[in-house]
């Protein structure tokens, strides 16, 4: 292996000289690039390509400092630095600041779910980062300078360019340093941190290159590493501005699924908070996991199990036996008590598993849709237990049985097993959908996957019809629990909505399909190591294994998915009808807020609202309703699709026809996760 030693070089030992003066606009120059090159890091370069190609961090971090009045720049006998200077009492504060942010990150980053190489590179080639000095120690360090800078009798332009400079990591170190108790920035942060940017960028042009090599490859050969020297990466100013912006506004407004009363909400919040069009950098998505256990509760308001439960209550329980709400006081007998007990276990050991949902949706957008086709079997041998336990609360509680359809035999509610299904079908549906986001499929594929959607969706409506059936069937119950009746239903009937809505794109796309794939309008490769039933179980693959929804074969699944012996008419109908349906579905989800329970907001964040702050701009509920928006206008395209479809039959001149579908990100496609083809005579 390349030890990366460069036989012969004169200028190896050669070390830069921390003694010279430097000017102001060199130290701008150099903040800059420092701040330029920790957002490399922060986008998942390893340290040794960003931020340790710096000689000055260099000589701050090693050797290890025991003190942090031993990180200076004069550490050597024989250097005599100027006692007063802009490099030591300005650009170290400066340099210290930054190792104790990227200090932070990383604790909350490797604290947290992350994949190493794939997201985030931990190695810090033994050089601890400040890691035993208090943020506060650091942060008096930045005080400091600024109060040296206001004394100084520098030009204003420049004085003010470096007291910007320190002024924004001085924040940004305190935003960090909350973060990591779990404390909420105050709401007037976000606007001061983002002007602070604003203010960088525009004195950009102050700085002056250093004359010396203040950034060098040879400090990798120093560096505790088993891997040859890589190449320096530097990231351009107008990317780095962008994306530092971007983590603040991030990183501040995460704190606003604190606020979220309900477990059903903080779903929801997470699934849009991430699927935001630029991903939040990894420590925000960090962040977020760690408000899933703060202050020893979710959010830091409950425990494990009574989220768990608090969850059960909305969705299938709202009158049930479950502990801890037990508020009529009734004694439980020997055997209630055995099975509330059971419950309690059942919860306890999966419990981590329902909160790992959250924290899936937490992950790289790949990694979510990976995590999400592993969890499955996980969640059926769940659902397999959950049945088991439902079994034992039929007897203990004396549970009615009654029919279900309406007519036909009797059967019991499950309702654990219910709550543990409908969490599984939308995973799997989940999984679909991605496939799509992430151009799994290919155009030729479109027309079985999205049947398969419909054929999840359909099922996931009988499964939220079945348990609103048992819950509405309950009579004679007190006010307080009728209401909490009356409030499950509400949240099922929001969910039936959005499954609605979907279900009904979903089958109008895969009609529009099956009428290009019978006219040959779609390109359909051949390659002769593949075949219809090795790319079947591929799809399948992570639901083939499943016990409920039943695996479907591929005869099966081709015989109901080409419509046969359904007439191009007809099923263009049939089509043009369904997108009617999405199309109002949608207008309906959309008049309902993102959150089915008041949120909790506390005083400071109710006055900045009534200032329109940046960091109490709803983040999910614009996603939200930017992610419904977008799924209208896809059926929009899919009704100019059915129209011109329906024409050319009329003529007969489908041959002519040309089909185009806008790949993933393209500006053209309207939703992400809904290819829609757009047809053209």
Request: proline share 5%; net charge negative; with cysteine.
């Amino acid at each position: 292996m390349d030890s990366g030693s460069v036989a012969f070089d004169p200028d190896t030992e050669v070390e830069f000289d921390f003694t010279a003066t430097i000017s102001p606009e060199e130290t701008i120059w150099l903040m800059d690039e420092l701040l330029c090159r920790e957002v490399a890091w922060q986008m998942g370069y390893p340290l040794s390509q960003t931020l340790f190609t710096s000689v000055h961090l260099e000589r701050l971090l090693w050797p290890e400092p025991k003190r942090l009045s031993d990180s200076k720049f004069g550490r050597s006998a024989s250097a005599i630095v100027h006692k007063s200077s802009l490099l030591e009492d300005v650009l170290r504060p400066f340099c210290l600041g930054l190792v104790k942010c990227c200090d932070f990150v990383l604790s909350m980053i490797t604290s947290q779910h992350y994949y190493e190489e794939e997201d985030f590179a931990t190695q810090i080639f033994n050089r601890p980062l400040l890691h035993v000095f208090p943020a506060n120690d650091i942060l008096a360090e930045l005080r400091s300078a600024q109060v040296w800078l206001t004394q100084s009798d520098l030009p204003t332009h420049l004085k003010e360019a470096l007291m910007t400079r320190i002024d924004v990591r001085h924040d940004f170190l305190k935003l960090l340093q909350r973060c990591a108790i779990g404390e909420r920035p105050k709401p007037k942060h976000l606007d001061e941190c983002i002007a602070l940017l604003d203010r960088i960028e525009a004195t950009t042009s102050n700085g002056r290159p250093v004359t010396s090599e203040a950034f060098t490859l040879k400090i990798q050969r120093r560096l505790a590493s088993s891997v040859p020297p890589r190449p320096m990466v530097v990231i351009e100013r107008d990317k780095a501005f962008p994306f530092l912006r971007q983590l603040f506004i991030d990183t501040i407004t995460a704190f606003q699924v604190v606020d979220v009363s309900f477990s059903g909400d903080l779903l929801v919040a997470y699934q849009h908070f991430m699927a935001q069009a630029k991903q939040p950098a990894v420590y925000v998505r960090a962040l977020l996991q760690s408000f899933l256990f703060v202050n020893n509760g979710v959010l830091g308001k409950s425990s494990i199990k009574d989220f768990v439960y608090q969850d059960m209550r909305m969705l299938v329980l709202p009158t049930g036996p479950l502990p801890h709400d037990n508020k009529t006081g009734e004694i439980f007998t020997d055997q209630q008590f055995q099975v509330s007990t059971q419950l309690d276990l059942f919860v306890d050991r999966y419990g981590e598993s329902f909160l790992n949902l959250f924290r899936t949706f937490c992950l790289n957008r790949c990694r979510v849709r990976r995590t999400m086709c592993h969890a499955a079997m996980d969640w059926d041998q769940i659902q397999a237990e959950a049945e088991d336990l439902d079994g034992l609360i039929q007897s203990a509680f004396n549970e009615r049985a009654i029919p279900y359809p309406e007519g036909e035999d009797i059967t019991f509610s499950y309702s654990i097993s219910s709550w543990v299904y409908h969490y599984k079908l939308m995973q799997l549906r989940t999984i679909v959908e991605m496939g799509f986001e992430l151009s799994i499929y290919a155009p030729h594929e479109f027309c079985d996957m999205y049947w398969y959607l419909t054929f999840l969706c359909s099922t996931h409506l009988s499964h939220l019809e079945r348990i609103s059936h048992f819950i509405s069937s309950r009579p004679g119950l007190p006010g307080s629990q009728q209401e909490a009746v009356q409030k499950t239903l509400h949240c099922l009937y929001r969910q039936y909505t959005w499954l609605k809505a979907t279900e009904a794109l979903a089958k109008a796309l895969h009609r529009v399909f099956v009428v290009l794939h019978r006219h040959k309008l779609l390109s359909r490769p051949t390659p002769t190591y593949a075949s219809d039933r090795l790319r079947y179980e591929l799809r399948m693959r992570p639901f083939l294994h499943l016990s409920l929804p039943e695996p479907i074969s591929l005869e099966a699944a081709q015989r109901v998915s080409s419509l046969e012996g359904i007439s191009d008419g007809v099923i263009l109908d049939q089509a043009s009808q369904l997108n009617q349906m999405a199309r109002k579905a949608w207008e309906e989800v959309l008049r309902e807020p993102w959150n089915t329970q008041p949120l909790s907001e506390d005083k400071s964040q109710s006055r900045a609202r009534n200032n329109d702050s940046l960091s109490t701009e709803s983040v999910v509920e614009r996603e939200r309703t930017k992610d419904v928006r977008n799924m209208m206008k896809s059926c929009i395209g899919t009704g100019i699709a059915i129209s011109t479809l329906s024409k050319a039959l009329e003529k007969k001149e489908m041959t002519g026809i040309k089909v185009e579908i806008s790949p993933a990100g393209d500006r053209d496609r309207w939703h992400i996760a809904w290819p829609v083809p757009k047809i053209r005579n």
